[in-house]
């Protein structure tokens, strides 16, 4: 059974997540260039070797930004297509991944990873790129998602949750709806409370 | 104060719903213990060394008698019988069971109480002065904004889940009493040269494990644009903001690694995406959540109470409390009255549920039903006529809640520390009370002044020492517990972080150490000096000299014997 929740219903989930190989004795760089990147313990970023060894199969493939950074030419007429989905990480930067992308709504699928729940780097990508890059298709959270994350992620501009495998989906549903009327404005309810109703 | 409406009482609801689930599914095994963490922790409940503990939210320290009433009898019903008044002007329980948590959330939600953001990773209780609405020296009154705030701030989406926690202080007075800047961020508001209601906005300070005052990264605000400021701030901490090293990720870190001019101009390039977006604050709501904090129904009442000036001059008690406890009042006739929860020998900012019930009692019958919760851990009646302190005096008393030490040495802010927090290296409540007999005579705490004596059972600084006069911290030294004194900590506006003296002490000698530096400051002192101000002026090595001479003195002695 499927573990995809999209707009509220479970769906099957029609993607194949792309993953670079480990390459037996690659050392994890924790860090890029010069530029010190706060990351969560354990965080990797996939060395130039893992990138070129990457295999992209046919039909819906999510590729992480690196590797379709790495592939932009040779992927742009699938990504025409719909076939392509983007997946960024959580310490990614979104002014960096905007500066490569010149049509985010070329994407059919963009899809956030969250290695570890408390990381709350993901609403603010969200937030980002529904308000700031006016993102229009599915925006998905994929990693560490659980139900208690939901009601946030929602408010955050996604619309589809990949709830973890040992969870079940369908009790999160459930969890999408724990607040009937949140106070402040976000993505989802632009205004917050006192300007919806007369209170 | 602030009533819920429909809205505000179901989201109350919706959390108790919420957690209850939350709970059920971690008895059950369905959440493991690191997935439940940060939900209970977002709902105050910490796992500590005894019991649980659950801190239940005070927001901006106000309370309805019907609340304190309410609070008393939880305690009762789920705890000791007694709880604890924290420094975040919040209620901790110290010994509810875990599973008992969902219903004592329904309890609080009867009457407009709740435990939501009191700790975890999120933005936590907006503290502010204890005298709000009532003070002389009241600029703007700051509650309404600040319940604003807190509405906008709880379960805020996207700073659900932030690098650490987030303090929010506000503040409208010319005296400072809400520790503005040592908050992540620190709103004062004031009347700008136009007679607009403006903010001066304070970030990056914060106690803790690194003590670091905040800067000021905006001296003008619009206050209609508070909320967004605030997000643009917090987005530039969620997203940089370390997440690899607990103890470096609070704002003020980031703040200084990327220093206050490089980090402002992040925070208003941010701004100006945000600026006007619909969280922007109207006059009609502003106006809207002000009409719960207009004046009270005050009697036009003259400055002098003919009954009240004779019970001072024939009661010398009576005017001793009133000279620590009581406060001048922005409305001719009335006082604010400090009920201390510091009696000598007691932990600090205790209170049992018989207490509980008595100053909701009195909150009845001399200040409109209505409390504020210090950050100094005392209880504060706000609304208090001359003709009432006698009586109200009188029955604090038989309470043992008219201590009259106020703002002097036994005052003492203190966390509950090793005897009860799991993250505590040593004890503090016991040398509070150490420290409070040592000086059980009230005619020498009097004669010492004003002093604010800090004790915090850890780094963590939740008894706030780095802002005493005198600062105690507890320390751990290959497993035992020792004590690092510093002096020269200051609140207030011009707030400083106190100096270490030394090597640090047993919890044996601290009485004695206090003792000599009160030595010190006795000798030292001009007619008209503050301990604060005496050592500010001579500076720290008088008073380490003498607290390590007497104690190398004391081990030669020794030898020669």
């Known amino acids: ?199 | 104060m602030y009533k819920y409406d429909a809205i505000d009482q179901q989201i109350v609801n919706e959390r108790v719903a919420q957690y209850r689930d939350q709970t059920n599914r971690y008895l059950a095994g369905e959440l493991s213990e690191d997935e439940f963490r940060p939900l209970r922790l977002q709902n105050g409940l910490y796992i500590q060394r005894q019991a649980p503990m659950l801190r239940i939210a005070v927001p901006y320290g106000m309370l309805s008698s019907r609340q304190l009433r309410k609070l008393g009898n939880i305690a009762k019903k789920y705890d000791k019988a007694y709880g604890h008044f924290s420094t975040r002007q919040n209620l901790q329980l110290n010994w509810p069971k875990l599973e008992d948590v969902p219903e004592i959330l329904a309890e609080l939600a009867t009457v407009e109480m709740h435990a939501i953001q009191t700790s975890g990773n999120c933005i936590r209780n907006i503290t502010t002065d204890q005298f709000a609405g009532v003070a002389p020296d009241e600029v703007i009154d700051p509650r309404a904004m600040a319940e604003v705030l807190r509405q906008w701030s709880t379960f805020h989406p996207e700073f659900a889940l932030l690098p650490r926690k987030f303090k929010i202080a506000v503040s409208g007075t010319e005296q400072d009493r809400a520790i503005v800047q040592a908050h992540d961020i620190g709103m004062e508001f004031y009347i700008d040269t136009k007679g607009k209601t403006a903010i001066k906005v304070w970030v990056g300070g914060g106690l803790g494990r690194t003590p670091i005052l905040g800067t000021v990264i905006r001296e003008h605000l619009e206050w209609q644009h508070a909320l967004t400021y605030c997000e643009a701030i917090i987005r530039v901490y969620n997203v940089h903001g370390r997440r690899d090293n607990a103890y470096k990720a609070r704002i003020k870190i980031l703040v200084k690694a990327l220093g206050i001019e490089d980090f402002k101009q992040q925070v208003e390039a941010e701004w100006l995406h945000l600026k006007d977006n619909p969280n922007t604050i109207t006059e009609a709501e502003l106006a809207r959540v002000g009409q719960h904090f207009e004046a009270m129904p005050y009697e036009s009442l003259p400055a002098h109470d003919s009954s009240f000036d004779s019970a001072i001059a024939s009661n010398p008690a009576f005017a001793a409390w009133l000279k620590r406890c009581a406060h001048t009042h922005k409305q001719a006739g009335y006082r604010a009255v400090t009920l201390s929860l510091k009696p000598h020998g007691h932990a600090p900012g205790d209170a049992t549920s018989e207490q509980m019930a008595i100053v909701a009692d009195l909150a009845d019958a001399y200040s409109f039903g209505e409390l504020r919760v210090s950050h100094e851990q005392n209880l504060i009646l706000a609304d208090v006529k001359l003709s009432n302190l006698f009586p109200l005096w009188e029955k604090a008393r038989a309470a043992g809640l008219a201590t009259p030490n106020v703002g002097l040495l036994t005052d003492i802010i203190c966390c509950p520390g090793g005897d009860f927090c799991s993250l505590a290296n040593a004890k503090s409540i016991p040398i509070a009370e150490a420290i409070q007999m040592q000086f059980d005579n009230l005619d020498y705490l009097h004669d010492i002044g004003d002093l604010e004596l800090n004790i915090s059972g850890c780094m963590n600084a939740c008894g706030h020492h780095h802002v005493g006069h005198i600062g105690i911290l507890g320390v751990d030294k290959d497993g035992s517990e020792w004590y690092q004194v510093s002096i020269g900590g200051k609140q207030g506006n011009d707030a400083s972080i106190g100096l270490v003296i030394g090597p640090s002490f047993s919890a044996e000698e601290m009485p004695g150490v206090v003792q000599r530096l009160i030595e010190v400051y006795i000798q030292e002192r001009t007619p008209e000096e503050r301990f604060i101000d005496t050592v500010r002026r001579i500076g720290v090595p008088p008073f380490k000299a003498h607290v390590y001479a007497e104690k190398q003195g004391q081990s030669k002695d020794a030898a020669n014997v």
């Open chain 1, 1 to 199: 059974m499927s573990n995809l929740i999209k707009d509220n219903a479970i769906v099957a989930d029609e993607w194949t997540r792309v993953t670079p190989p480990s390459l037996g004795e690659e050392t994890v760089r924790k860090q890029a260039g010069k530029v010190v990147l706060f990351k969560l313990t354990g965080e990797e970023t996939f060395s130039a070797e893992q990138i070129a060894a990457t295999q992209i199969p046919a039909g819906n493939a999510l590729v992480p930004f690196t590797v379709w950074r790495a592939n932009k030419d040779a992927l742009a007429s699938r990504v025409s297509q719909g076939e392509i989905g983007l997946l960024i990480a959580t310490h990614e930067a979104i002014e960096d991944v905007m500066a490569e992308v010149k049509d985010i709504n070329a994407f059919a699928l963009v899809a956030v990873y969250v290695e570890r729940f408390a990381d709350g780097r993901i609403f603010t990508i969200g937030n980002l790129l529904r308000t700031r890059h006016d993102f229009k298709n599915e925006l998905r959270a994929v990693g560490d998602v659980l139900r208690d994350q939901l009601f946030f992620l929602k408010r955050s501009g996604f619309n589809s949750y990949l709830i973890r495998a040992d969870r079940s989906a369908t009790e999160a549903l459930a969890s999408l709806k724990d607040f009937s009327e949140p106070y402040q404005g976000a993505v989802d309810i632009a205004q917050p409370a006192w300007r919806r109703t007369t209170r």
